[in-house]
């Protein structure tokens, strides 16, 4: 599932002026697969989209950790969204990444990525709900 996923991407991204690079696919050949551990051990399933929206995000977020370069912090509320418990899970599935790369990830990248969990999670209740 990651390669169709990263080339996917690639062919989304193709006409920006960052283009996915080699470097690019290696490392989100490491972290999605993570990612969707995570996703299928919590029972989250992501739709096409939701999908290709988090490779979008895993993308810009290998490239900010390879970069050391750290976005700003976001509103704490923001976390209040979050089921108990999702932010540290997320954190860990980061750590597995960003160690042994020497890599660091801030707490507004855990809070960016638990947000594509939840965001997933809660259209899937609903979508159960609705059937």
Do not use: K, N, W
Not at 31 to 43: M, S
Request: glycine share 4%; charged share 20%; with cysteine.
């Amino acid at each position: 599932m990651t390669t169709p996923l990263i080339e996917r991407l690639a062919t989304t991204v193709g006409d920006s002026a960052h283009p996915v690079t080699d470097a690019d696919r290696a490392d989100l050949t490491a972290f999605l697969p993570l990612a969707q551990v995570y996703a299928e051990t919590c029972g989250i399933g992501f739709d096409d989209v939701r999908s290709l929206a988090l490779a979008v995000h895993a993308l810009a977020f290998v490239r900010r950790v390879r970069a050391d370069e750290h976005l700003d912090a976001l509103d704490e509320e923001l976390g209040d969204e979050i089921a108990p418990g999702r932010m540290a899970a997320v954190r860990t599935l980061v750590d597995a990444y960003c160690a042994p790369r020497g890599f660091s990830a801030s707490d507004t990248e855990i809070l960016l990525l638990a947000l594509h969990f939840e965001a997933a999670a809660q259209l899937q209740h609903q979508t159960s709900q609705q059937a």
